[in-house]
């Protein structure tokens, strides 16, 4: 194939990637996938892949190849904050799953591989190719290869999304996480748990082999704390947020801020999914969903532009819409959430109230976990156990 036929170039191996290389090669046409990084490689996450991520892993293709690579079944996942605490279970015979993002990422390079696509890593891409108005192609390190379509599927700090011009606004939740693997973790039995702090907050779940994920996320003002010493302070949060049987087993990876929303992830010639196609906050851990997910949604569009030679904003813009019906509740109740974390006092008394009334925990780590529809929140039976 030379440079200049490809149908797709998607740029970034992560999940939404992969996913939309595989669904778009199956479909017969000619797709790059490219990724500036050599795989495998870790990635900053919590490594919970929820419930409704398990079914779109199966309707991938990829579960069989996920289970086999031995994961950590996920079943719910308690709150603290500070000694009010409570649990929500996924319904029964539903699960999650923790898993090493090395491992994820790279089966699911490897899935869109077996599907046609041709992948090339340790390349990065810098800029778009333009014609006319539309975007044709990326420059990368080695040059411009040249595409129908690009799929900037290029994660937080999206090159794609920036050169397209599509950010609305810088973050304005200032937040840092810090995660590595740990080992000696004891008794968290298929379920993941967060712990709140002030505004900041410790997540901890399985992540198979013996290893747990512990994720910390420090508030804005904490931020000068970390500063170039982040083993330090991750070493020192585990002791703080009483894991102290916990050994750390690799390098702290570090990200933040979280807050990049796009106006739209559509542009002639190009479409964002995933991260790229805007993120607020890791707190509910639907981001590997919402990556597969939007593949899903884009795969179809993408498709009927190609086959029907209009690849302009327009034409691309039913995925525009189906991203919106599928993802607006949910990042709507992200921002419930986060107004929860920063508020300390608040989560205290939800924590309480759940803890109270089983039905509370259950109905919002089903609705966070994609389980359930988000507006499953707003039953009747379960508001009036809310301000009972
Ligand atoms: C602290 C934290 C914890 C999280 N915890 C969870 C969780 O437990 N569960 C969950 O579901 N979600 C979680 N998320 C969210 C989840 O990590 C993301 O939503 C998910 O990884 C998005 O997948 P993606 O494919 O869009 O992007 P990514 O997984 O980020 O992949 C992007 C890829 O693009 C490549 N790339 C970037 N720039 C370029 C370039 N210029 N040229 C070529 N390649 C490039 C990168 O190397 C990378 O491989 C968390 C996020 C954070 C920050």
Known sequence: MSMGEWDVVVVGAGPAGSATAARLARRGHAVLLLDRAAFPRRKPCGECVNPAGVAALRRLGALDAVLAAGPAPLDGWRIAADDHAFEGRFPKGVRGLGIARDVLDTILLEHARDAGAEVRTGMKVRDLVRRSGHVAGVVTDAGEIHARIVVGADGLRSVVLRRLDLLRRGPRLRKLALTAHVRGIAGLRGRGELRARGC??????????????????????EMHEVGGGREAYFDAALRSYGLRSAQRVDEVLATGPFDWPVRRAVADGALLVGDAAGYFDPFTGQGIYRALRGAELAAPVIDHALRSGDVSAAA?????????????????????????????????????????????????????GDVNPIRSLLRPSLLAQLVA
Do not use: K
């Not at 907050?201 to 910390?216: F, P």
């Not at 921002?335 to 919002?364: K, M, Q, S, T, Y």
């Open 316 to 368: 691309l813009g039913s995925y525009e819409r189906a991203r919106r019906r599928a993802f607006g509740p949910g990042e709507r109740l992200q921002h419930v959430i986060e107004a929860f974390i920063a508020r300390p006092e608040l989560l205290r008394w939800a924590a309480d109230r759940f803890a109270r009334r089983p039905a509370l925990g259950n109905a919002i780590i089903r609705a966070t």
């Open 200 to 221: 900041g907050c410790l997540g901890v779940a399985e992540v198979g082999g013996g290893l747990a994920n512990v994720t910390v996320v420090a508030s804005g003002h």
